[in-house]
């Protein structure tokens, strides 16, 4: 069913691409769109004025690791993850699931849901698709996600079958149990790589009904041609109408890919990760910075970058912080990641609506460059509002002068 939280502004007609909006309970968000990890309750190492600084307008909090620490009820009694970590826009959490799942032979799962013991204790925790969502209303994000199974690679063809039947049956308890119309539940299509198994899965998922779907089960070990290949057979079979997210996925090429596929949402620890072990998207590749070869390179990290980093600092002086472990190189070499991750996402969305998607979508520096220029429109504008506001408030401040003197 179509959902009005959701509008699509134009598709592309080359591309199964589009752009749209995304209304949530803290504001609305343009897709397509990238959503900066902030697992435990924040974006590593950046603040929430870093984070709109550099342009993200959602970012991803972990049930997982907030349910372990510091727990739920101490998030909800701050008033909510929002208040809890001063992020005024839109959150999404995971489920937990994935976290869960990948916790090996520390977990057992039955129909009603997965026992596992904390790796941080050991400790014994149960969660179901209905405490799942107990956690999840706790934490208050505007999406929060069904808990879903997610099978390890390889698995069978009889057990990606059962778990994809099962996360349908845990799909329909977590519908059930959610009740707070402030939060989106979206649900979410298995099936591994089995083509037929994700047409049954979207299918079914699309029948008990939700406001967005995901695609999970990509990028957990596979080829990328065979994780390209069911994508590009997925999301088109998803309901046009509701926003499309691609779970924990990727590189930039691979969000163009996704993109081009008809993907609005993405979220992946990659440039976060990535810069804290000096690994740097830029315009001319991938930047290594602890190589020698930059030891006297005093150029910025990349010469095409207008953020903060690149705006300031030199790659040789970035390559001694992260040599010495300095806590400014993680942080400086995240904005500039990130930077170059939303600035992507903004030429995504200017090339769809400029219809030069197609031709631009094997140039991702070209796509980046583009969405600096708009952001750089965006700040000078926002600069002679401010100064425009500055003269407004002048009789205000010369006043409260005046009556200072008095
Ligand atoms: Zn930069």
Not at 23 to 42: D, E, K, L, Q
Not at 57 to 69: A, M, P, Q, V
Not at 275 to 296: D, E, H, P, Q
Not at 361 to 380: F, I, N, P, R, S
Request: charged share 20%.
């Amino acid at each position: 069913m179509a959902d009005n939280k959701f509008t699509i502004l134009h598709t592309d007609s080359q591309t199964q691409a589009r752009i749209g909006k995304l209304r949530t309970a803290h504001g609305v968000v343009n897709t397509p769109i990238f959503m900066p990890v902030g697992t435990r309750g924040t974006v590593k190492t950046c603040t929430p004025h870093d984070l709109v600084e550099i342009g993200a307008e959602i970012i991803l909090g972990n049930t997982y690791h907030l349910y372990l620490r510091p727990g739920h009820q101490i998030v909800q009694q701050a008033g909510g993850l929002h208040k809890f970590m001063a992020w005024k826009k839109p959150v999404l959490t995971d489920s937990g699931g994935f976290q869960v799942f990948s916790l090996g032979p520390l977990r057992t799962i039955t129909e009603e849901g997965v026992e596992f013991r904390s790796e941080i204790d050991g400790s014994k925790h149960f969660i179901s698709p209905e405490r799942s969502i107990e956690i999840q209303n706790a934490l208050g994000a505007d999406i929060i996600m069904i808990f879903d199974e997610c099978p390890s690679l390889p698995s069978d063809y009889n057990y990606l079958k059962e778990s994809m039947e099962m996360t349908l049956r845990w799909a329909a308890r977590c519908k059930e149990a959610h009740g707070n119309p402030n939060q989106q539940l979206f649900g979410i299509v298995q099936g591994g790589m089995e083509k037929s198994l994700r047409k049954i899965s979207v299918e079914k998922t699309a029948e008990i009904g939700f406001p967005g779907y995901a695609i999970g089960g990509l990028s957990v070990g596979e080829e990328k041609s065979l994780m390209y290949e069911t994508l590009a057979y997925t999301a088109p079979l998803l309901p046009k109408d509701s926003p499309h997210y691609l779970m924990g996925v990727g590189t930039p090429e691979d969000l163009v890919y996704g993109v081009s596929c008809g993907i609005d949402m993405f979220d992946c620890v990659m440039p976060t990760r990535n810069a804290r072990n000096g690994s740097l998207f830029t315009t001319l590749g991938t930047v290594k910075i602890r190589n020698a070869k930059y030891k006297t390179d005093f150029t910025p990290l990349d010469p095409h970058c207008v953020c903060h980093t690149c705006q300031n600092f030199t790659r040789a002086y970035l390559r001694h912080l992260h040599l010495e472990n300095e806590i400014l190189a993680h942080r400086l070499l995240t904005l500039h990641n990130l930077h170059f991750y939303l600035s992507l996402m903004r030429g995504i969305r200017q090339a769809i609506g400029r219809g030069t998607f197609a031709q631009l979508k094997g140039d991702v520096g070209a796509l980046m460059q583009l969405g600096q220029v708009q952001e750089k429109e965006k700040t000078e504008s926002r600069t002679v509002r401010t100064d425009s506001r500055k003269t407004q408030h002048k009789p205000d401040s010369n006043r409260k002068r005046r009556r200072a003197a008095i």
